[in-house]
């Protein structure tokens, strides 16, 4: 079981560039075209919000568009630059989005469930779990305790210490988040993205994982006054293997390098085996 992570795709209308720098629309087609590489492909894929950059109409219809060229299920949530009712329209006829309110809901691929929370706060950049969203998730993951879950999310609910994204981070419910994270051992795995970069921590007892962005990455700076700003670093995204009931997770780079080459041991190779042949 394969599961494929994109996030921050932040789609512009057709020949807009996002910051007036970022071809963003060409950035999720090669993205597309890597994960359609993958062998063996993912059973589904997941969106962890900024599917378009500013949630208009036309930049819901191109992230459609773009997103229908998979052959799997493709499962979305909204991120900050996401509008939450154009999102919910754009992909209603998916059949798992809900009708009105929040963009929570549940999913299956296979043996895994899949429970999605909506953390926007219409007009902020940070997010926030209302409480709502928090009974929802205890709801969904009271009634099935043996399933490997996933939970995403947009905004992480933990400190990167790249300091102008920490003050827009998951800002309300992130304690009622670890608790019920923790009291409920099935959910393996919290995933976000928001900060554009691959990152990993502990949260509530479990894995919590930032995806990085398919497009461009946030400048990566721990300094006490790092500014707001984003390199174009090589895009990824993060693939979730299912092995023996725990995720093993993967970050993937969209684009092709040189390679592969086979592993060719010198003769003084420490751990080349009694029998002469080389030990990888």
Known sequence: MLIAQISDLHIRPQGALAYG???T?????RAVFALLRLDPRPDCVLVTGDLTDCGLAEEYALARQLLGRLPMPVYVIPGNHDR?????QAFLGDGYMPQDGALNYVAQCGPVRLVALD???AGAGHGA???????????????DRSAP???????????TGIRHMDAVRLLEGGDEL???VASHPQAQRLLCGHVHRSIQTLFGGAICQAAPSVAHQVTFD???????????????????????????SHTVCVDRYAGPYPFVLPEDYPGRSQSGNPAA
Not at 84 to 88: A, D, G, V
Not at 228 to 248: K, N, Q
């Open 21 to 23: 720098i970022v071809e």
């Open 25 to 29: 629309n060409v950035y999720l087609e």
């Open 84 to 88: 939450r009712e154009p999102c919910r």
């Open 119 to 121: 953390s926007v706060v």
């Open 129 to 143: 779990l209302a409480a709502e969203t928090l009974a929802f998730l205890e709801q969904a993951l009271a009634a």
């Open 149 to 159: 879950t996933l939970v995403m999310l947009h905004h992480p609910p933990f400190a």
């Open 178 to 180: 670890a608790r019920i």
């Open 222 to 248: 721990l300094g006490e006054a790092s500014p707001s700003c984003f390199m174009l670093e090589p895009p990824g995204f993060l693939v979730h293997s299912l092995i023996d009931g725990t995720f093993v």
